[in-house]
């Protein structure tokens, strides 16, 4: 699978063009499937925020689903444990991209693993582009500051990535997600992490990492 792990989505040409070269085709020729999953686990997300994400609403994501895709579906990870795999694997076999939102990423985690997704993921000729907590999922752990489903057992995700990531610096929302914060937090994790704002993106293709950005980043430990 070729990843594309934003802290805020698809904000600036950069990206854009990190994007589109990982597709290997426009994106008016590409299908796309979104997950909104991960906002279920925040305790500072809802229906709202949900339901503008999948709407391509400016600001979520930066309107990933309104790129002019040449379709959009709408994946609920949540559910794919109560339907049969034989249903629900060719939609995610079949989609060139798939646009996951941020949220908790130990929720989604945690329905990736109970559904298989987690499994068939590593194995997809399909483009990864997180956001946020999307984007974290693919990491070993994300530390405990980034918890806040009330059920996660610990801070651990999926591992696909060697490393982890600390999004949003210097986010105007955010005043706590400093680089001088990320250096505590990778400090505590021990692991190679990497702490990027929201015009920064990690491109990760059969191992090989690169950082594509306009604005600020820093490689950890």
């Known amino acids: 699978m070729k990843l594309l792990l934003t802290s805020g989505g698809i904000t600036n040409p950069s990206i854009e063009a990190a994007l589109l070269e990982l597709l290997g085709k426009p994106i008016a020729e590409c299908h796309a499937l979104c997950v909104p999953t991960a906002q ?5 997300c809802g229906p709202q925020g949900a339901r503008a994400f999948v709407a391509g609403t400016p600001g979520r994501g930066q309107a990933m689903t309104a790129m002019g895709w040449a379709s959009v579906g709408l994946l609920e ?6 339907i049969d795999r034989e249903r629900w694997e060719p939609w995610v076999r079949e989609a060139d991209v798939l646009l ?4 908790d990423a130990t929720y989604l985690a945690h329905w990736m693993r109970e559904s298989g997704l987690a499994d068939l993921v590593p194995a997809l000729d399909t483009v990864w582009v997180g956001v946020s907590a999307g984007s974290m999922v693919m990491t070993p752990r994300i530390g405990p500051d980034f918890v806040s489903w009330t059920q996660a057992p610990d ?4 591992g696909v990535v060697d490393f982890s990531i600390y999004p949003h610096v210097g986010h105007p929302m955010m005043p706590e997600n400093t680089l001088a914060d990320a250096e505590r937090w990778a400090a505590d994790l021990g692991l190679p992490a990497y702490a990027v704002d929201d015009d920064t993106a ?3 293709v059969d191992g090989r990492v690169e950082v594509v950005s306009e604005g600020t980043w820093q490689q950890l430990a």
Do not use: Y
């Open 77 to 82: 990870v949540s559910s794919l444990s109560t």
């Open 155 to 158: 801070d651990r995700t999926l």
């Open 100 to 103: 996951v939102d941020g949220g």
């Open 202 to 204: 990690i491109v990760v």
């Open 40 to 44: 279920w686990g925040h305790q500072g």
